[in-house]
T-cell receptor, first 114, second 112 residues
């Protein structure tokens, strides 16, 4: 079953604008990760935020985590055409040491218009 | 380092045929996993392994087998292909199931 759900499903913005996408999840987590997937390619890890962190930055990326609302957001500032891709959030399950990996959402498809 | 490699890139099977999707990594990762990606469904975990000789089922294991005889390789076997197994398959590896996953380029499988 899907743990994380991204919103919106699709987003189209002009180059240079900021892009924000959101992820909601259902159960307690140890960490939440964001991945990017360019068309026809594998997923690439962007950032990991732990459950005891509220905000994390990496270059033009800013991720926030609100465990009380079970939600996270990914902000891409000063977007570029190369940011056109699908973005997925992924959560582990705080299952007391369970080793069954990550659960991915359905993704947000981001299009940057030149 | 090649990272995570998958072969083949594309495959067409007829219903009932069997095949093995290959996955290899050269990062000495203990954890490896297989996902399938279907339109509008995100990625779903098929099988995973926490080390050589240890495998377990994920969310959608039916119709698939795995084995892990070495740290480097984690092949996925389709026993009797069905049209419902038409999908893109991704292999991933990492130091642990909860950390950054390194994905292969994927295998696009069509079952007719």
């Amino acid at each position: 079953s899907q743990q994380g759900e991204e919103d919106p499903q699709a987003l189209s913005i002009q180059e240079g604008e900021n892009a924000t996408m959101n992820c909601s999840y259902k159960t307690s987590i140890n960490n939440l990760q964001w991945y990017r997937q360019n068309s026809g390619r594998g997923l690439v890890h962007l950032i990991l935020i732990r459950s005891n962190e509220r905000e994390k930055h990496s270059g033009r990326l800013r991720v926030t985590l609100d465990t009380s609302k079970k939600s996270s957001s990914l902000l891409i500032t000063a977007s570029r055409a190369a940011d056109t891709a699908s973005y997925f959030c992924a959560t582990d399950r705080d299952s007391g040491g369970g080793a069954d990996g990550l659960t991915f959402g359905k993704g947000t498809h981001l299009i940057i218009q030149p | 380092n090649a990272g995570v490699t998958q072969t083949p890139k594309f495959q067409v099977l007829k219903t009932g045929q069997s095949m093995t999707l290959q996955c290899a990594q050269d990062m000495n990762h203990e954890y490896m996993s297989w996902y399938r990606q279907d339109p509008g469904m995100g990625l779903r975990l098929i099988h995973y392994s926490v080390g050589a000789g240890i495998t377990d089922q994920g969310e959608v294991p039916n119709g698939y087998n795995v084995s892990r005889s070495t740290t480097e390789d984690f092949p996925l076997r389709l026993l009797s292909a069905a049209p419902s197994q038409t999908s893109v398959y991704f292999c991933a590896s990492s130091y642990s199931p909860r950390t950054e996953q390194y994905f292969g380029p994927g295998t696009r499988l069509t079952v007719t």
